[in-house]
């Protein structure tokens, strides 16, 4: 069955560090990857996708994702993170035939200290 | 920017009660879907709409649960007689296609 891995429940960082979330996935065919973030009392915003093409991904608040499929990876990254990025993030797979049905870890909540 | 709307954000109901959550999708997509959250644990799908007809549902999604839309615009969850484990976060998303869903803010349900 398919699934998705966030190994982290937790990550503190420093403002202005870098940061990667991990995410893995088991899937057998080519997966529809995503990312979103959920601020606190909001909803799931989309940070990035990928389908297809270039494995390096870029996202909206400067985040990008690379995928890798020899590792069933789709982390995220951000270069320097800001404390406005204080959130939970999931990430998801999107089940082919099923389009947005759409299968999500169980988050990493980021924790931002100044 | 375009967003998909939930109302109410939060709404209290005694076990057994039927409760309607309300979404408004983006006006030009084409695909509807709901999910939960119960505090703790991951976003779960529920039922996904096209064409106005369910496309979807998971297991979760039984008897109690049902999906319409009633015009042109709303897009409506009902629980018909709500249990305790109907406490959730309840998700309204939408998407042209397999592009990435939206989605709303959520209705907070609390069913005691």
């Known amino acids: 069955a398919q699934s998705v891995t966030q190994p982290d429940i937790h990550i503190t960082v420093s403002e202005g560090a870098s940061l990667e979330l991990r995410c893995n996935y088991s899937?057998?065919?080519?997966?529809?990857l995503f990312w979103y973030v959920q601020s606190p009392g909001q909803g799931l915003q989309l940070l990035l996708k990928?389908?297809?093409?270039?494995?390096l991904v870029q996202g909206i608040k400067g985040f990008e994702a690379e995928f890798k499929r020899s590792q069933s990876s789709f982390n995220l990254r951000k270069p320097s993170v800001h404390w406005s990025d204080a959130a939970e993030y999931f990430c998801?797979?999107?089940?082919?035939?099923?389009?947005?049905?759409?299968?999500f870890g169980a988050g990493t909540r980021l924790a931002v200290h100044p | 920017e375009p967003e998909v709307t939930q109302t109410p954000s939060h709404q209290v109901t005694q076990m057994g009660q039927e409760v309607i959550l309300r979404c408004v999708p983006i006006?030009?997509?084409?695909?509807f879907y709901w999910y939960r959250q119960i505090l703790g644990q991951k976003v779960e799908f529920l039922v996904s709409f096209y064409n106005n007809e369910i496309s979807e549902k998971s297991e979760i999604f039984d008897d109690q649960f049902s999906v319409e839309r009633p015009d042109g615009s709303n897009f409506t969850l009902k629980i018909r007689s709500t249990k305790l484990e109907d406490s959730a976060m309840y998700f309204c998303?939408?998407?042209?296609?397999?592009?990435?869903?939206?989605f709303g803010q959520g209705t907070r349900l609390t069913v005691v």
């Open positions: 006006s030009n997509h084409l695909y």
């Open positions: 990928y389908f297809s093409g270039d494995t």
């Open positions: 899937y057998g065919a080519t997966p529809y």
């Open positions: 998801a797979v999107a089940v082919s035939g099923g389009y947005n049905k759409l299968i």
């Open positions: 998303a939408s998407s042209e296609g397999p592009l990435g869903a939206f």
